[in-house]
């Protein structure tokens, strides 16, 4: 692992700390209205069934779904 890479993890690592100690306020991540799941399948080189077993969602909304029930969307919005 790079010194960068490890610098990048420590400092994430310390930002957690730092909120769960209540001495710093977490951020805030937007979520779009709608998030390209098929997009995001195809970049991150996944299939329908891969991606559903990756994110623990039914293979059917691993498609082109916008919305998908029962997950927290805020993961995907990460990819996005």
Do not use: C, W
């Not at 979520?31 to 069934?49: F, H, M, N, S, Y």
Request: aromatic share 6%.
């Amino acid at each position: 692992m790079s010194k960068k890479v490890f610098d990048q993890i420590a400092e994430g690592l310390n930002e957690a700390l730092a909120v769960a100690r209540d001495e710093a306020e977490p951020y805030k991540l937007h979520v779009p209205a709608e998030i390209d799941v098929k997009a995001i399948r195809v970049r991150t080189g996944l299939t329908q069934k891969d991606f559903a077993s990756t994110f623990g969602v039914h293979s059917g909304e691993a498609t082109t779904s916008p919305r998908l029930s029962g997950f927290d969307v805020r993961h995907l919005a990460l990819l996005s």
